[in-house]
């Protein structure tokens, strides 16, 4: 079945920089776009950046441009985020997300909480 397993979260300082890894399973990663989200406490969750599959073409959120970068590795079925510049606004749990024949997938998450 298909799984998204995120990890990299965790606390930084204000300026830091962390980077999220999703590692994906059971489809056909390599022909498929690719998403990460976040959602902050009492907050939607939001659409932060999106590769399609062969990473051509990338977007981001005004909040996260220039700062966070976007990429993947279909040899490795991974789809990465790197975040620099960290703000306290970016404290929320991250999320990569696919969609297969009109479903979306998501994984279970990963908490980045920026604080001094």
């Known amino acids: 079945q298909v799984q998204l397993d995120e990890s990299g979260g965790g606390l930084v300082q204000p300026g830091g920089s962390l980077r999220l890894s999703c590692a994906a399973s059971?489809?056909?990663?390599?022909?498929?776009?690719m998403s990460w989200h976040r959602q902050a406490p009492g907050k939607e969750r939001e659409l932060v950046a999106v590769?399609?599959?062969?990473?051509?073409?990338?977007n981001y959120a005004d909040s996260v441009k220039g700062r966070f970068t976007i990429s993947r590795d279909n040899a490795k079925n991974t789809v990465y985020l790197q975040m620099n510049s960290l703000k306290p606004e970016d404290t929320a749990v991250y999320y990569c997300k696919t969609r297969l024949f009109g479903r979306e997938y998501w994984g279970q998450g990963t908490q980045v909480t920026v604080s001094s």
């Open positions: 590769i399609t599959s062969t990473g051509a073409i990338i």
């Open positions: 059971g489809f056909a990663f390599s022909n498929y776009v």
